[in-house]
Every structure is written in structure tokens, then in C-alpha cells.
């Protein structure tokens, strides 16, 4: 455990910040500095705790100050120094001007009005003396000051009339944008109109395509039991369809005969031998027919 050290108005100290002779050094130097910020305000330091990183950054803002505080104590000596010597210069010039019947009791309001005038153009241009030559230089600087602040002045209305500019495109594009969105927001109603049209066409276009797509499939079935295939076409048919009636011209007097059957003689012999004779004629005609419609097939393919 930590042995904590307390005392009134005094920051508590941990064993962590013992840890050497530096620490010590370092905590002593933050207590100094503490107390002495503490009692310019007319303020106790508060209690709080020592740490290693506390201690570091008390220590680094105590440096930082009494480097600032010693810079600002040299620079105030001197500026007292000066006043010093500036309320001295000013004694010894009233005794001279005292001396010579010039004391400014005794010169003329105008001539005091002028000269309190020429000290605060003086003191406006920050220069020490009146002479003619601090005047000019410290009018030059001024008028060159000026130049340049016209210079800048110059750039920004550039700057400025460049932005206006793109600011007044910015205007006028968003002015047409929004014509264009309430364009767009009129045109809103006559297009769902027209989208409802459309989706009850297509509505009407599915439902056409399904019963054109079943009455297909109905006609392809169809045409499968009667056994059509693509290799047949309109100019096959007719082609089969004139060998037809050509072998129905060849095969008509067969078919007479045939029906002259009822006419045969008596004689069974003579009657199988006409049979037979005619039979023969008959699967000639077919082998014929059928050699005909492989022919016509293969002139197709």
C-alpha cells in the first residue's frame, strides 16, 4: 500500500514520486511554484495527489512559466528604465524651454493646441521625435501599408465577384431545377395513369400468351397422334397427294377385278390361281406405292 503524506494546504505525496533524488528536486520545485501562484491569488494550494505523470506536467508548465515570467520581468525593467529616462529628458527640455520664457504657460493656446497635435500624430506613427525625415519614413510605410491593403482589398472584391457570380449560376441552376422537379411532379399523375394502362395490357398480353402457348401445345399434340413431323412440309403433301391419285388410277382396275371375284367360275382350282395372281399384283402395287412416298421423303430431306 501507498503511505500517503498530508499536511494542511500541502498536495498528498505517493511512493511513487520517491522514487530518487530528481523526483524529490522536481516535487520541492512544483511546491514552490505552486504555493507562490496559490499565494498571488490569495489562495491555499488544494490537496491532491502526486503522480508521476502530475509531476512531469506541473514541472514542464512551472518551467515554461518562470521562463515567461523572467522574460516578462526583464522586458518590464527596461520599458521602466526608458520611462525613467524619458521623465528625465522631459524635466531637463521644460527647465530649458522654462529657461528661454517657452513654458507652456506661457505660449499661446494655439501654439500648445498645435503642438499637442504634433505629439499625437507622433505617437499614431510610433516614432520618437518630431523631426521632418520620422515624418516622411513613417508616411511611407503607411502609404506603402496602404498599397498593400488596396492590393488585398482588390483581391477579395475579385474573390467576391467571383463567388457572387458562381453564386448567381448556383441561383439560377436551382431555380430551373425546380421548375423542372414541379415539371416533373405535373407529369407524375398522367404517367401512373398510363402505367396502370400499361400494366393491364401486359396483364391481358400474359393471359393471351398462356392460352396461345396451350392451344400450341393442343396443336403439337395433335399433330403428334397423327403423326406429323417438321420433314413434312406443304409441297411434300401435295407431291404425295398427286402420287396418290396416280396409284389410285393404277390400282383401279385391280380393285374391279377384285370386285369381279363374284364372278369366278365354279372351278376352285382356277379360282386360288386368279387369287393368287391378283394378290401378287396387288403387293406389287403397294411395294410400288411405298417405294414412291420413300423417294418423295428422301427428295425432301
Known amino acids: 500500500m501507498n503511505e500517503m503524506i498530508s499536511g494542511v494546504g500541502e498536495p498528498v505525496i505517493t511512493d511513487a514520486t520517491k522514487g530518487g533524488g530528481s523526483n524529490a528536486t522536481r516535487i520541492a520545485e512544483v511546491k514552490a511554484w505552486l504555493a507562490a501562484q496559490f499565494d498571488a491569488a490569495g489562495k491555499e494550494v488544494p490537496d491532491f495527489e502526486y503522480t508521476p505523470r502530475s509531476i512531469a506536467h506541473l514541472y514542464n508548465l512551472a518551467t515554461v512559466s518562470q521562463a515567461k515570467t523572467q522574460a516578462a520581468n526583464i522586458v518590464a525593467n527596461d520599458f521602466r528604465q526608458k520611462a525613467a529616462e524619458y521623465r528625465s529628458q522631459a524635466a531637463r ?18 501654439v500648445v493646441a498645435s503642438a499637442q497635435v504634433l505629439a499625437n500624430v507622433a505617437n499614431l506613427l510610433n516614432i520618437r521625435d518630431t523631426e521632418l525625415s520620422s515624418f516622411l519614413v513613417a508616411m511611407g510605410d503607411i502609404s506603402l501599408r496602404k498599397t498593400g491593403v488596396d492590393e488585398k482589398r482588390a483581391k477579395v472584391h475579385k474573390e467576391s465577384k467571383t463567388l457572387l457570380e458562381y453564386t448567381r449560376k448556383a441561383i439560377a441552376r436551382l431555380t430551373y431545377l ?19 394502362n400499361w400494366k393491364t395490357n401486359l396483364g391481358v398480353m400474359a393471359s393471351k400468351e398462356r392460352q396461345y402457348m396451350q392451344q400450341y ?4 399434340a395433335l399433330l ?3 403423326g406429323y413431323t417438321p420433314e413434312i412440309n406443304h409441297g411434300v403433301l401435295v407431291e404425295m397427294a398427286e402420287h396418290r391419285k396416280d396409284l389410285e388410277k393404277k390400282t383401279k382396275p385391280i380393285l374391279d377385278t377384285l370386285r369381279s371375284y363374284q364372278d369366278l367360275p365354279p372351278d ?34
Request: charged share 30%; glycine share 2%; aromatic share 4%.
Open 178 to 196: 425546380k421548375r423542372t422537379l414541379a415539371q416533373l411532379e405535373d407529369d407524375v399523375a398522367p404517367c401512373d395513369a398510363q402505367m396502370e
Open 93 to 110: 527640455i521644460r527647465e530649458i524651454l522654462e529657461n528661454v520664457g517657452l513654458a507652456q504657460e506661457s505660449l499661446p493656446s494655439n
Open 224 to 226: 403428334n397422334r397423327v
Open 217 to 220: 401445345n393442343n396443336y403439337k
Open 268 to 301: 376352285k382350282a382356277l379360282a386360288a390361281l386368279a387369287i393368287e395372281d391378283k394378290k401378287r399384283q396387288y403387293a406389287a402395287a403397294e411395294k410400288y406405292l411405298e417405294d414412291v412416298l420413300q423417294s418423295a421423303l428422301a427428295t425432301s430431306d
